[in-house]
């Protein structure tokens, strides 16, 4: 299990754009998904929604 909070959260959305980065987006979007990928409720809270563009 990983856990995030809003430094690398916000580089990695704001510098590793999808169409650039697929591969990345696919594992990280596939770890998400398992639960093995989680973040602190703050960051959660206030920005995950905002970037998280599957």
Known sequence: ??????????????????RRFP??????????ADGRIIST???AASAWTVLWRP
């Open 41 to 43: 409720a703050r960051y």
């Open 1 to 18: 299990m990983y856990v995030f909070d809003t430094s690398p959260l916000s580089t990695l959305f704001k510098n590793y754009y999808r």
């Open 23 to 32: 591969t990345l987006w696919d594992r990280f979007d596939g770890l998400v």
